[in-house]
């Protein structure tokens, strides 16, 4: 039979020492300066080497536009809300 092999634990810190995990690596936009993942878009601005990739104003426009269709399904005013703001605002 073969005499097994000691295992220690500087064999298994030694074995180990190459699973460190690093952070994500970041550049820096072109367009904005705002930080993101290297070769993808940037999430700010839509853009990836100096080109429009995602027109991120249009889908935050349609964002706007379905959060407000579905207050109003809801019953809830989104120009409601602001009255009733105004209106704590002329007790004071």
Do not use: D, F, W
């Amino acid at each position: 039979m073969v005499v097994r092999m000691r295992h220690t634990k500087s064999h298994s810190a030694n074995r180990r020492s190459h699973h460190a995990l690093t952070g994500p690596r970041l550049s820096l936009c072109i367009n904005c300066g705002a930080p993101h993942m290297r070769h993808r878009m940037c999430a700010n601005c839509g853009t990836y080497r100096k080109r429009e990739v995602v027109n991120v104003a249009a889908i935050a426009e349609k964002k706007a536009v379905r959060a407000k269709a579905k207050a109003r399904a809801m019953g809830q005013e989104p120009e409601a809300k602001k009255t009733k703001e105004a209106k704590k605002e002329y007790k004071h």
